[in-house]
């Protein structure tokens, strides 16, 4: 099997208030930079998310990669509370611009369509 039709598994760092609105299944669409790193995720793959620091996982399947060239039209095309349900899109907006400078912005967006698999952690 070639490897563009293996599915693979990235590990992630996430911070405390996005990992914990994933594990609760209330988060279904994550936000990157789209790094070149990150340009052969597809359907399938599974993300392992983790807090920096932490032995807390969260594991993802993902559904689907799309990309967009900047956060307002990711936000506009995903639906903000697909994103993050708990913020307003102009919140989310300067939170997702407070983690990624406009030179990274400038790379695209990608909006990665998550489902929930597991949550562990230390003697989980």
Same mark, same amino acid.
């Given at each position: ?88 899109? @102009? &919140?989310?907006? *300067?939170?997702?611009? +407070? $983690?990624?400078?406009? /030179?990274? @912005? &400038?790379?695209? *967006?990608?909006?990665? +369509? $998550?489902?929930?698999? /597991? ?6």
């Amino acid at each position: 099997m070639s490897d563009t039709t293996t599915a693979r598994r990235h590990d992630l760092n996430l911070y405390r208030r996005y990992f914990d609105l994933v594990a609760a299944g209330r988060k279904t669409i994550e936000v990157r930079v789209k790094y070149p790193h990150l340009a052969d995720m597809a359907a399938g793959d599974t993300i392992r998310f983790r807090i920096k620091g932490t032995e807390e996982t969260c594991d993802v399947r993902v559904l689907r990669v799309t990309a967009y060239p900047d956060f307002e039209a990711l936000l506009d095309g995903e639906g903000p509370a697909n994103v993050n349900p708990t913020s307003s899109r @102009e &919140q989310q907006l *300067a939170n997702i611009r +407070a $983690i990624y400078p406009p /030179a990274k @912005e &400038q790379l695209g *967006a990608l909006a990665i +369509a $998550i489902e929930l698999l /597991a949550v562990g952690g230390p003697g989980v």
